[in-house]
């Protein structure tokens, strides 16, 4: 089965420019997250979604940050401008809880690498 | 505050040998309690998860202990191999109402050498 897929897998952009991070959760999956890595901070929540509507956004830095998620197989998170201090890496992940016992594991992409010069 | 502190920060072991890794959190309300591994360059992989009402859970060669009380846990590796070496995420969760949170540790990285 495929799992989440995420792209970019890398991205270097100049400061001020407008970055796009997409994700496909896997099939059948009714919670999406977006997380933010970091060495300092660790991983740390952005907002997360229940089928597809935003229900925690409280993560989110600023208003420079958004997400969407037009239906259940693609979101986006969405910088812009982007700033040096946004450079992380940013992972997706999903599960499926619906009708199961609670505590669900998450399935994570790969991240993808953002690089803010 | 919640938090969760895990120690140690890095861990080098040879081959073959056990080890164990600690977290210690202050998390309320608390609602379970998870350990993922995360290789270099890959997203976090689901360990175990356990409940309050669960003080041990294995996954292979992966058993995860909990201590409700002393608000403990620690992941003990049996064992170990090369593939082994990653770093190791402790990860409570707590849920109020509908809201739910995930308070991530900041991890111990294990190198497990020949």
């Known amino acids: 089965d495929a799992g989440v897929i995420q792209s970019p897998r890398h991205e270097v952009t100049e400061m001020g420019q407008e970055v796009t991070l997409r994700c496909k959760p896997i099939s059948g999956h009714d919670y999406l997250f977006w997380y933010r890595q970091t060495m300092m901070r660790g991983l740390e929540l952005l907002i997360y979604f229940n089928n597809n509507v935003p229900i925690d956004d409280s993560g989110m830095p600023e208003d420079r940050f958004s997400a969407k998620m037009p239906n259940a197989s693609f979101s986006t998170l969405k910088i812009q401008p982007s700033e040096p201090r946004d450079s992380a890496v940013y992972f997706c992940a999903s599960s499926l809880e619906a009708g199961r016992p609670s505590n669900q594991p998450q399935h994570f992409g790969d991240g993808t690498r953002l690089s803010i010069l | 505050k919640n938090q969760v502190e895990q120690s140690p920060q890095s861990l080098i072991i040879l081959e073959g040998k056990n080890c164990t890794l600690q977290c210690n959190y202050t998390v309320s309300p608390f609602s379970n309690l998870r350990w993922y591994k995360q290789d270099t360059g890959r997203g976090p992989v689901s360990l175990t998860i356990?409940?309050?009402s669960e003080n041990t859970k294995s996954n292979g060669r992966y058993t995860a202990t909990l201590d409700a009380d002393t608000k403990q846990s620690s992941l003990h590796i049996t064992a170990s191999q090369l593939s082994d070496s990653a770093s190791y995420i402790c990860v409570v969760g707590s849920k109020r109402g509908n809201n739910r949170k995930l308070i991530w540790g900041l991890g111990t990285s294990l190198a497990v050498n020949p």
């Open positions: 356990m409940t309050f």
